[in-house]
Structures are given as C-alpha cells and as structure tokens.
C-alpha cells in the first residue's frame, strides 16, 4: 500500500512539473507529430505577396493564414527562410513540420508530402511583353518559355511542341530575364506576378490568363488549382489539425479578408471551377472543394 501511495505522490509531482514546463505541449494539442513541442516549423521562400515575416509574425496570404492556423491550434511559429525548391525536400526530411508560399496541388506531389485543403485557388498566367497577348498553348509553339524549379508545371511546359524551357531559382532572376528579351514568356505564381506589376508599372509586361479548355495533358495549365500547405507524410495528426482550421477560416470568410489586404479580394481566388481533381485521388470520391458562404462579401 505505502509503494502505491509513494508511486502515485511521484507520479503526481512529475506530471505537474511537465504541465508546468510545457513538455505534455503535444498531447495537449491532439499528439501532433512536431519537430519541437509546441512549436510549428514553416518552411518559407519570401516571396510577396504570399509569404514573408515581420515584426515576429508571418506577413503575406499565405503566411498570415498559415500563422492563423499555428496559433488557432495553439503553437508557436518558427519561421525557415529558404529557396522555393529546397521546400518539399525539407518537409519530407523533417527538417521542418510544414512548407506554404502560393504551392499549387498536383498528383506527383502528393505521392512525397501530404497536403492541406485548400486555403484558395489558382489559375495560370501567361507573363509576356505587352507587345503580345498570349493565351493558349499553342502560342506558345516554339517560344523561349521559363519557370521556377520546383514547380509543379515544369513537365507540362516540357510537353509544350518545340518550345524551349528554362528554369530559375527565383521569380526574380526569371521577371529580369523577361523584362531583357531573354526570354518570351514566364509561369510563375498568379499573386505574385499581380502583385509585382503593380508595384512596377513601368514595366512592358502583362500577365494573361490562359483562356482554352481544359486540357487532361496540360491539365495545371489549363483548369484551376488548390493553393495549399505541404506536411509530412509521417504527419497525419497534424494535417487534420491543420485542414480543421482552414475549414474554420472558409466559414468565416478570413481568407479573402486577409486577400483584400495584399490586392487580391477578387471572388475568383475563391472559385474552384468545375474540375475537382483531388476526389477519389488524395480525398474521398465525394469531397467538395470548399467555398466561400454565400455571406461573405
């Protein structure tokens, strides 16, 4: 009787002392797979308008929701600035839990990271020279096209009949290298090319939707995407904390709230089009893409 009681005092003592030291930070937020208790690593390349960070918090779309998400479910963000392509080597080594920064959804994707529902959609761009107005594939026959390393499209663009693909570290080496003639025309990220250009209106440059059908072979070119947050594979906990938050910010409108801010409180951010291209595939069969409440002005 005297063990039982000693064992229970003891136990009673170290589980007050990990309450207090915030070691059960885990538990408490529904066993989350985390590299540091209580904290969320994000993985983060800095490009406007999607992610940046400031004055301690992550600025931009993508990042303010992505700190809206770490503090609904109770963690401390840690930010990791890297290059675009070095993002989903990183979630998928553990070096850290999450990645964001205008990450479009596709099928090879999703066979090395998990990922979130969406936090809203995307459609491609065709950034050319105000001198041409682009917006099928087929123009793009034989041009000198780029894209940045790492992006989903880069095979699709590959496809594309006597075209010449070049890649870049950056959005901005490649924006330089268009706006010197060295190359035709660039896919990057939609809301960072509206954003650019509107901060640089002297500049020749247009960005043209791609206004074909859609196209099963250039099916990223040609319908419109999930814009998501990468997670690991090995985290499955953590995405569905992550997924109940995004849902919370759909329902109350947040999203195109914190879009307005940076330019972008266009309805069509929030649109998911007619193809549903993660159902039956990474999600059941009758998933629907979320949308805005009708309430949301």
Same mark, same amino acid.
């Given at each position: 009787m005297s063990k039982l009681k000693f064992g229970s005092a003891v136990l009673g003592v170290a589980m007050s002392l990990l309450l207090a030291s915030g070691s059960l930070q885990q538990a408490g937020a529904g066993g989350l797979e985390?590299?540091?208790?209580?904290?969320?690593?994000?993985?983060?390349?800095?490009?406007?308008?999607?992610?940046g960070f400031q004055d301690g918090k992550l600025v931009g779309l993508d990042g303010e929701l992505m700190q809206m998400v770490a503090e609904k479910i109770g963690l401390k963000v840690k930010p990791n600035l890297m290059?675009?392509?070095?993002?989903?080597?990183?979630?998928?080594?553990?070096?850290?839990d999450i990645m964001h920064g205008m990450m479009g959804w596709n099928d090879q994707r999703i066979k090395v990271i998990n990922i979130s529902d969406p936090i809203y959609y995307g459609g491609a761009n065709i950034t050319q020279k105000k001198s041409t107005n682009w917006s099928t594939v087929k123009d793009l026959e034989g041009k000198t096209i780029a894209t940045i390393q790492g992006f989903g499209w880069i095979d699709q663009l590959k496809a594309i009949e006597g075209a010449t693909l070049k890649l870049y570290d950056t959005s901005d080496?490649?924006?330089?290298? $268009?706006?010197?003639?060295?190359?035709?025309?660039?896919? #990057? !990220?939609p809301p960072l090319i509206q954003f650019a250009i509107s901060k640089n209106p002297d500049w020749d440059i247009h960005a043209v939707p791609i206004s074909q059908g859609f196209d099963k072979k250039y099916s990223l070119l040609t319908g419109k995407y999930n814009v998501v947050f990468g997670l690991s594979q090995d985290a499955p906990e953590l995405l569905k904390a992550v997924n109940a938050q995004i849902a919370e910010i759909?329902?109350?409108?947040?999203?195109?709230?914190?879009?307005?801010?940076?330019?972008?409180?266009?309805?069509?951010?929030?649109?998911?089009?007619? $193809?549903?291209?993660?159902?039956?595939?990474?999600?059941? #069969? !009758?998933?629907?893409?979320?949308?805005?409440?009708?309430?949301?002005?």
């Open positions: 985390l590299i540091e208790e209580g904290t969320l690593n994000v993985a983060f390349n800095g490009d406007m308008p999607g992610t290059e675009w392509a070095a993002e989903i080597q990183s979630v998928k080594t553990r070096r850290v080496a490649a924006i330089r290298d $268009l706006l010197a003639g060295r190359i035709e025309a660039l896919f #990057a !990220d759909w329902a109350r409108c947040a999203n195109r709230e914190v879009a307005k801010k940076y330019g972008l409180g266009d309805a069509s951010w929030f649109d998911p089009g007619e $193809l549903n291209q993660r159902a039956g595939v990474d999600r059941p #069969a !009758d998933w629907k893409q979320p949308t805005l409440p009708a309430n949301c002005k």
